[in-house]
């Protein structure tokens, strides 16, 4: 009989989750597994449940922990991996960190496999005793349109973005004074160190204040970690608006399609899509453009997150800060551009380019790096590898099982 896995779908305001289920599912199933798909409701919920009991899974998948099912055991709430003894794998697609509040319920359970795109995030995790691996996005391939040969616009920027002042005034009236400035610096220090895990940097910075102030935040990080981890969030996401804010902020000579909400007053040379936020709106619109510059969020400080290899497969060249991290999955300058946050110059310099200077080089790169992930960056290999994943453990649990069976026991003995 082939192994069993039930990929649950669950709501992404994207569309993101649709599209790696469904590719992930299709390349499971082609791996000799029986797969099932459900996607649970408020409704459902039970018939779901009634759902795996019969099918007997020996795997289940969800996207960032959001389709793990509880049951009630003893009076307690546990997840029901637990109670039926199979494994739960989550991907998580962004910094595992941002959904603390999921995984604090299950910090004990050992039935959870957690999948990383961030090597940080899997040394994060393992730290804390987790079972991890580690799984870069993937395309779907049928989500992409063949490639535009005109080109409707210029220049697109992924948003969203917030003016970091307003972050900061939200801050004064939340923060106390040690708090705010705390949370300030920290921010500006991921800003100008882009490879730098906001973890580390939390304790690093740390050390350099006064001890009474570095023991109230390790007590506040002990005694109420889910608020400290949000706390970091909050301190990411700020670093991630500077990063964006002042990109936008620095690019004078070329109109800019921001797709997403802007939060704040920008130039007249900026033009916001606010609208333009689920996938296959994004994936549109990429399609009709020249150059895509992305900033990736500071929770990804050494990985390349899913945006990127939609961006790449637009057939758009793009370009994405420098990491050691790209150079394993493109080559810079000849699959995508890459480029220093903080060097504005260098930015503009580069969209000048190859907008103006040099638009055929521009288009063999925008074809080399779509060709690059149609090839070796899909959701399909990734089922592939997820299927292999799935496989040793099966393997593991059998050698594991075969090792029980061996061991004589007393009365054999005797």
């Known amino acids: 009989m082939k192994p069993r896995v039930v990929f649950i779908k669950t709501p992404d305001p994207r569309g993101i989750n649709e599209s790696v289920i469904d590719g992930l599912s299709k390349a499971v199933s082609a791996r ?120 409707e616009f210029d220049l697109a920027f992924i948003g969203p973005v917030t003016d970091p002042a307003i972050i900061e ?3 004064k009236e939340r923060f106390d004074e040690h708090i705010y400035g705390f949370a300030v610096e920290l921010g500006r220090m991921i800003y100008r160190n882009p490879d730098m895990p906001i973890r580390y940097a939390s304790g690093y910075l740390l050390s350099q204040f006064n001890p009474q102030f570095q023991q109230a935040v390790i007590n506040f990080q002990k005694e109420k970690d889910q ?33 997403g909400a802007v939060n704040g007053e920008v130039k007249e040379n900026v033009i916001v899509y606010e609208d333009i936020i689920k996938e296959k709106d994004i994936i549109n619109f990429l399609s009709k453009t020249k150059i895509a510059l992305l900033s990736q969020p500071p929770f990804l400080p050494s990985g390349l997150g899913y945006t990127t290899f939609n961006t790449v497969a637009c057939n758009t060249l793009t370009m994405i800060e420098e990491k050691l ?16 946050p903080m060097d504005s110059v260098e930015i503009e ?17 925008a074809k080399a790096g779509r060709d690059r992930t149609f090839k070796d960056h899909t959701i399909i290999n990734r089922g592939e590898f997820l299927a292999n994943i799935m496989k040793d453990l099966i393997r593991q649990a059998s050698e594991s099982e075969e090792k029980k069976e ?9």
Do not use: C
């Not at 009630?72 to 991907?91: F, M, T």
């Not at 970091?232 to 620095?250: F, H, K």
């Not at 310099?349 to 790169?365: D, F, Q, S, T, V």
């Open 32 to 151: 000799d597994f029986e797969v099932k798909v459900v996607t649970p409701t408020k409704d459902n919920i039970q018939d779901i449940v009634n759902e795996l009991m019969e099918f007997k899974p020996l795997f289940t998948f969800d996207i960032n922990l959001d389709g793990l099912i509880y049951a009630e055991q003893d009076g307690k709430k546990v997840p029901l991996a637990d109670i039926v003894g199979n494994i739960h794998i989550s991907w998580f697609l962004d910094d595992p960190m941002l959904h603390y509040a999921k995984i604090k319920p299950v910090i004990s359970s050992n039935q959870i496999l957690y999948l990383t795109v961030d090597v940080e995030h899997s040394q994060w995790l393992g730290s804390l005793g987790k079972n991890v691996a580690f799984l870069a996005p993937g395309i779907l391939p049928t989500n992409f349109p063949p490639p535009v040969q005109e080109k």
């Open 169 to 171: 005034n939200d801050w």
């Open 227 to 259: 608020e400290f981890m949000a706390f970091l969030s909050e301190v990411g996401v700020y670093a991630m608006n500077l990063r964006r804010w002042n990109i936008l902020e620095s690019i004078e000579e070329f109109d800019i399609n921001v797709l």
């Open 325 to 340: 991290s790209a150079k394993s999955f493109y080559q810079a300058d000849k699959e995508i551009v890459t480029y220093h």
């Open 349 to 365: 310099g580069k969209i000048a380019y190859y907008l103006e200077e040099n638009p055929m080089e521009r288009e063999a790169i």
């Open 406 to 414: 061996k061991v004589p026991d007393k009365e054999q003995l005797n």
